[in-house]
T-cell receptor
Framework: GAVVSQHPSRVICKSGTSVKIECRSLDFQATTMFWYRQFPKQSLMLMATSNEGSKATYEQGVEKDKFLINHASLTLSTLTVTSAHPEDSSFYIC?????????????????FGEGSRLTVL | QQPVQSPQAVILREGEDAVINCSSSKALYSVHWYRQKHGEAPVFLMILLKGGEQKGHEKISASFNEKKQQSSLYLTASQLSYSGTYFCGTGAAGNKLTFGGGTRVLVKP
């Protein structure tokens, strides 16, 4: 199956700093990538949909100025947590669908990255 | 709107069966099932698109009811490797998935 790589897998930072998380589709083109956030023992909450070459679409309640998303190419999307605070500590997971499924919404499986565990001290 | 999963947790003995339900208040475009092990990313199991559809993956199968508002995941003759948290993801317009709260499954020897 397709491979999505996420980096870094773990990051610890001081409060007030910014952290960038990368999500790469290694063997396919991903027009759309999704960023999820997961708290311990909870579900995956969609934060935003990242579209190559255009602005990300954020879910209600997600601060777009705090969680900056850039989808510069068909294989790379980045999430930057700006001015991180302890409450931003969480497991962030990206996912992607192959471009071939674009014409049929929601009929392709999502390939997930390994996740990035952010701890803000 | 987040789909509702039940039960929240289930404990099985190896070889036993279990059913996990996923329901929505409105008709869905699709239902996806994923399994997540602790500390890992979710892994795809299967997608159901049509009302009345049934699919299988090894001894794990799923169904999508005719009205496309409810899906069930069946764990048959469970194995230790089936332990994990199962999520259903429901599809809607906009090419995105909304996940249910998850069902934690523990299979004991």
């Amino acid at each position: 199956g397709a491979v999505v790589s996420q980096h870094p897998s773990r990051v610890i930072c001081k409060s007030g700093t910014s952290v960038k998380i990368e999500c790469r589709s290694l063997d396919f083109q991903a027009t759309t990538m999704f960023w999820y956030r997961q708290f311990p023992k909870q579900s995956l909450m969609l934060m935003a949909t990242s579209n190559e070459g255009s602005k990300a679409t954020y879910e209600q309640g997600v601060e777009k100025d705090k969680f900056l998303i850039n989808h510069a190419s068909l294989t790379l999307s980045t999430l930057t947590v700006t001015s991180a605070h302890p409450e931003d500590s969480s497991f962030y997971i990206c996912s992607a669908r192959e471009r071939v499924y674009l014409a049929r919404e929601n009929t392709g499986e999502l390939f997930f990255g390994e996740g990035s565990r952010l701890t803000v001290l | 709107q987040q789909p509702v999963q039940s039960p929240q947790a289930v404990i099985l003995r190896e070889g036993e069966d279990a059913v996990i339900n996923c329901s929505s208040s409105k008709a869905l475009y699709s239902v996806h099932w994923y399994r997540q092990k602790h500390g890992e990313a979710p892994v795809f199991l299967m997608i159901l698109l049509k009302g009345g559809e049934q699919k299988g993956h090894e001894k794990i199968s799923a169904s999508f009811n005719e009205k496309k508002q409810q899906s069930s995941l069946y764990l048959t003759a469970s194995q230790l490797s089936y332990s994990g948290t199962y999520f259903c993801g429901t599809g809607a317009a906009g090419n995105k998935l909304t996940f249910g709260g998850g069902t934690r499954v523990l299979v004991k020897p």
